[in-house]
């Protein structure tokens, strides 16, 4: 079955940077769309990032840009995400997803706080 197994996150001060990755099993990595989410406490979830199948393109939420980067090993079946200049604003769950037969799947969820 797909999982989506994630890692990286914790607390960083203002101006910092984390790397979060996603590891993918159980589908064919290499044939699929695939996002970064977040969701902060009282707000709905909101796309992040997306990367196309092979890497090839890339788009991110406004919020983000020029600050976040996401890439893909279609190698080691594995996403992530480099966040730098963090802001406070940045806290939240982050979850990788993507969207096999008609199905949104979603890693586990890790918590990103960004403070001083």
């Known amino acids: 079955q797909v999982q989506l197994a994630q890692s990286g996150g914790g607390l960083v001060q203002p101006g910092g940077s984390l790397r979060l990755s996603c590891a993918a099993s159980?589908?064919?990595?290499?044939?699929?769309?695939m996002r970064w989410y977040r969701q902060a406490p009282g707000k709905e979830r909101e796309v992040v990032a997306t990367?196309?199948?092979?890497?090839?393109?890339?788009n991110y939420a406004d919020s983000v840009k020029g600050r976040f980067t996401i890439s893909r090993d279609n190698a080691k079946n594995t996403l992530y995400l480099q966040m730098n200049s963090l802001k406070p604003e940045d806290t939240a769950v982050y979850y990788c997803?993507?969207?096999?037969?008609?199905?949104?799947?979603w890693g586990q969820g890790t918590q990103v706080t960004v403070s001083s």
């Open positions: 990367i196309t199948s092979a890497g090839g393109s890339t």
């Open positions: 159980g589908f064919t990595f290499s044939s699929y769309a």
């Open positions: 997803n993507t969207y096999v037969l008609n199905r949104h799947f």
